[in-house]
């Protein structure tokens, strides 16, 4: 069931071969995805788990790839706000590759789920959600991975379920520190609306690669421009901006960084240090901006945050280590794994 908002296939067919013409005639690159990311390609199929949220019937997409030769471990790869479960393609590739299930979905409000208008999104609903995708595959604990907005996402999964979590890896999350308490302003959901209606792939790519890719950009990069761009721009737009509106909203003002002495599952931080990644920091005075998003500095503070908590470092990546240089994070983060094995 595809909720918000309905396209047809027989519209959003006629929808792509407009644009695409359009975009021959301009001599423009993009590519136009349909409300649910519609023609855009996961590398493993998709499945649909169909719930109800806050009164809702709803579909949240996922991916369950089984490992080469089971280890009996299950992983779920939690993507951040400008990702998808797609973007862990080399992770989902070398995790199956040395033993693990790994279970990457696409939260609701993003990707290829339902988009809902109105929802009230919270890192505890999410939970919920990603909770009720598990138990229905018969997932009793999990090791949870979560990067950027994920990462907040997986801390919120340890602390409501820890019985069903085996592990937490957090990769460069959000929310290490409170922005709104160091001085961020809070605007509104229609501030943060007007600011998401105005993405272009332009000026994703331009964000990436200064904080992402820590100045630097390689070709493979683009396709996640392309798929941000694409649904941004797509016939979906609109909803797509009220809600990631609201997705924004939710990180800024939710913070998880007071609870971390509270987390007791192993936990594993894995951070690129040239990441200054800082919720609504563009709408901070020029002085706020400044103390924001030092994650070199906000790594080891977490770690010290959390018992018994390890800290991986990659001092020449900024905020998607698991892009940026695959081989190396996927390396750390097996090791990583089988030593918080409990």
Not at 83 to 107: H, K, M, N, S
Not at 215 to 236: N, R, T
Request: with cysteine.
């Amino acid at each position: 069931m595809r909720l918000a908002p309905i396209v047809s296939a027989a519209f959003f067919a006629v929808f792509l071969a407009s644009a695409c013409a359009a975009q021959q005639v301009s001599g423009v690159a993009h590519l136009i995805y349909g409300p649910e990311l519609e023609g855009f390609d996961y590398p493993y199929p998709v499945r649909d788990f169909a719930l109800e949220s806050q009164g809702e019937k709803l579909v949240m997409r996922y991916m369950d790839v089984a490992p080469v030769t089971a280890n009996g471990r299950v992983v779920v790869l939690l993507h951040g706000k400008n990702f998808c479960g797609a973007t862990w393609e080399r992770q989902i590739a070398d995790l199956t590759g040395a033993g693990y299930r790994v279970i990457a979905p696409d939260q609701i409000g993003f990707c290829k789920s339902s988009k809902p208008r109105g929802y009230q999104f919270s890192f505890q609903a999410l939970a919920q959600n990603t909770r009720a995708l598990l138990a229905s595959l018969g997932v009793g604990k999990a090791i949870m991975v979560g990067h950027s907005t994920g990462g907040m996402l997986a801390a919120r999964y340890a602390l409501m379920f820890p019985d069903a979590t085996e592990a937490l890896v957090m990769v460069n999350p959000v929310g290490l520190e409170d922005g709104k308490a160091l001085g961020v302003p809070a605007p509104s959901v229609d501030q943060w609306r007007a600011r998401e209606a105005g993405l272009t792939a332009d000026k994703i790519r331009a964000y990436e690669r200064a904080t992402y890719y820590a100045g630097g950009w390689k070709p493979g990069y683009d396709k996640w421009v392309e798929m941000l761009a694409g649904l941004a721009q797509g016939p979906g737009h609109d909803v797509f901006a009220d809600v990631t509106a609201r997705i924004d909203d939710m990180i800024l003002t939710q913070p998880v960084v007071y609870e971390f002495p509270l987390i007791r599952v192993p936990t594993l931080l894995m951070i690129g240090e040239k990441d200054t990644t800082a919720i609504g920091k563009d709408f901070a005075p020029k002085d706020v901006q400044a103390k924001l998003g030092h994650y070199a500095e906000l790594g080891p503070r977490a770690r010290d945050a959390i018992p018994g908590a390890r800290l991986v470092t990659f001092p020449d990546a900024g905020h998607a280590p698991q892009i940026q240089d695959a081989e190396a994070f996927d390396r750390a983060l097996i090791e990583g794994l089988v030593q918080m094995r409990r």
